[in-house]
């Protein structure tokens, strides 16, 4: 009978030890495919705009702009990258018409955790 019991009890340690590999192991896939969202065109566009900003094509440049935009991408997903990029650049449309991408309250969300976003991104890749 213990030896049964023990099995048993084995069994069930094994069997929760596993339920926890496999929720860890999608939380990292979530994560994984998230990173992985961004269209490699967007990812391209996205380093020569940082690499022009920034003094010019070097490796040092490429190098740390191609990290940025992959530590951008730990933090958004492409829809909310691409939402507030589109925000950024057209709240500058003056008067009335610009108000539709300045004033919601998404727009204003999306831009600071995009504005944060890039502030990680630039810290953590050494982007000068």
Known sequence: MKKILLLLSLITINACANLDTQVENSENAQVLARVNDFPTRDRV????????????????????????????????????FDAARTFVQMQKTPGEQGAAFRDPQQSKDLRNKLKEADAAAEKACFVQ
């Open 45 to 80: 566009d996205y380093v020569l705009e940082c690499v022009a900003k920034h003094g010019g094509l070097s490796y040092i440049n490429q190098y740390a702009c191609g990290c940025k935009i992959d530590k951008i991408a730990e933090q958004l997903s492409f829809e909310e």
